[in-house]
C-alpha cells in the first residue's frame, strides 16, 4: 500500500461531511484524476463512494471539456450519470470501457473484493469484465488481509426469486449461513435491478475465496456472487488522516 499524490482538494467540498465521507471522496477524486482521459467510454459503479467519483468527473468535464461516455451500471448510477449531465450510453453500443470505477464493501491485500452491498452486483460484474482496468475507490474501513475478516453481512448472492428457498437450504450444506436480505422498510425481499433476491451469506473468513465462487456458480439458479476475484487493476483508499493510499 503506497501514498498517491493528488490534486489539492478545497475545503468547500470537504466541508459537511464526516472522516469516512471524505475518506470516500478523496478516493474517488484520486482514482478520476489519475485514471479518465478525454475520449474514453467510463463504467460508473454503485454505491456512496461512486457519488464523489462521478461529481469529480462532471466537474472534469466542464472545467477540461472532456469527452466521456458513461456506462452504468444500476439504477442509482444511471440517474447520477443524468443528474450531472455526463453522456449516458450502453453495453451494447460501447461494448468495450477504457476503465470501470466502482466501490467495493471489503478489499483483500491480493486486491480480492466483495461488492454488493447496495444489491448491485450482477450489473456491476458484468460492466467491470468488460472494462480494461477496473479501479476500485473506498475509505479505510473497507480493508482486509482476507475477505470475510471485515465484512461481516455475509457475501451477497444474486438469485432467481422462485427458487431462493432451494437454494438457501443448499449454502447451509456448504457450510454456510444464509440470510435473505429484505428491502428497507422491510416490506418484503429486496428486488434487483435485474428482478432477482439477494441472499447474504457468512461463510466466516474465506482464504480460498475461487474455489467457493466455483461451488457457489455451480448452484441453479444463483445468477452471480459478490466476489470479485483478480478483477480489480487498483484501489484506491481514503484514509483517516486524509491522505489516500493504493494497493495494486
Ligand atoms: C453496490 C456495491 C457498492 O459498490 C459497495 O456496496 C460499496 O458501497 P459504498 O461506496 O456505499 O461503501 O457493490 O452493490
New binding site residues.
Given amino acids: 500500500v503506497v501514498d498517491v499524490k493528488m490534486a489539492e482538494i478545497s475545503q468547500e467540498v470537504l466541508q459537511g461531511l464526516d472522516t469516512v465521507a471524505q475518506a470516500?471522496l478523496r478516493a474517488a477524486y484520486a482514482a478520476v484524476d489519475n485514471h479518465v482521459k478525454d475520449g474514453q467510454v467510463v463504467g460508473i459503479?454503485?454505491?456512496?463512494?461512486?457519488v464523489f467519483a462521478v461529481q469529480r468527473l462532471a466537474q472534469r468535464v466542464r472545467d477540461e471539456n472532456l469527452r466521456v461516455i458513461c456506462i452504468p451500471t444500476?439504477f442509482q448510477a444511471r440517474q447520477l450519470i443524468l443528474e450531472n449531465k455526463l453522456v449516458l450510453g450502453d453495453l451494447n453500443a460501447n461494448p468495450v470501457l477504457d476503465v470501470a470505477i466502482?466501490?467495493?464493501?471489503e478489499v483483500s491485500a491480493q486486491l480480492d473484493c466483495i461488492?454488493?452491498?447496495?444489491?448491485?452486483?450482477l450489473q456491476?460484474k458484468i460492466v467491470a469484465s468488460n472494462a480494461d482496468q477496473l479501479i476500485i475507490?473506498?475509505?479505510y474501513s473497507?480493508i482486509a488481509d482476507y475477505l470475510g475478516s471485515v465484512w461481516k453481512k455475509g457475501v451477497?448472492l444474486e438469485v432467481i426469486a422462485d427458487c431462493y428457498v432451494p437454494i438457501m437450504r443448499k449454502l447451509e450444506k456448504m457450510g454456510g449461513k444464509p440470510v435473505l436480505r429484505m428491502a428497507k422498510a422491510k416490506a418484503g425481499p429486496c428486488v434487483t435491478d435485474n428482478g432477482n433476491f439477494i441472499v447474504d451469506c457468512d461463510f466466516g473468513v474465506m482464504q480460498e475465496p475461487a474455489k467457493l465462487e466455483q461451488q457457489l456458480l455451480s448452484i441453479p439458479g444463483l445468477v452471480e456472487t459478490?466476489f470479485f476475484l483478480q478483477m480489480a487493476v487498483k484501489a484506491y483508499f481514503g484514509m483517516q488522516d486524509g491522505s489516500v493510499k493504493t494497493l495494486d
Avoid: R
Fill in positions: 470516500k459503479g454503485s454505491g456512496s463512494t461512486v444500476s466502482d466501490g467495493a464493501d461488492k454488493g452491498g447496495g444489491g448491485c452486483l456491476e475507490i473506498a475509505d473497507k451477497p459478490g
